[in-house]
């Protein structure tokens, strides 16, 4: 069975920091590409940063500049280091998970709250 499992959300004010942990276990073949999505109250869900299995990294333009996608592909997990956060990052952040070309799975979410 495949699990994608989000960590390290939480509350912090504007210009804190956060780091997001995803690790996905159970799949049967090699994983070729991991990203983190976000969807605020009232609207939909979006790209925040994703990764290949190269290292080839690709970013929001919300995100440029201080967020760091990274992952650990021995370990099948992906990271998502937040810094300068602002109230406008508040979010449900998923982790999405790609592999065998066509087959992917999210994870449950975790919330990060930006306020003062």
């Known amino acids: 069975q495949v699990l994608v499992v989000e960590s390290g959300g939480g509350s912090v004010q504007p210009g804190g920091s956060l780091r997001l942990s995803c690790a996905a276990s159970?799949?049967?073949?090699?994983?070729?590409?991991m990203g983190w999505y976000r969807q605020a109250p009232g609207k939909e869900r979006e790209l925040v940063a994703s990764?290949?299995?190269?290292?080839?990294?690709n970013y929001a333009a919300s995100a440029k500049g201080r967020f760091i996608i990274s992952r650990d592909n021995a370990k099948d997990k992906m990271y998502l280091q937040m810094n300068s956060l602002k109230p406008e990052d508040t979010a449900i952040y998923y982790c999405?998970?790609?592999?065998?070309?066509?087959?992917?799975?999210w994870g449950q979410g975790t919330q990060v709250t930006v306020s003062p």
């Open positions: 159970g799949i049967p073949f090699d994983i070729n590409a």
């Open positions: 999405h998970v790609i592999w065998a070309g066509l087959r992917s799975n």
């Open positions: 990764i290949l299995n190269d290292g080839t990294t």
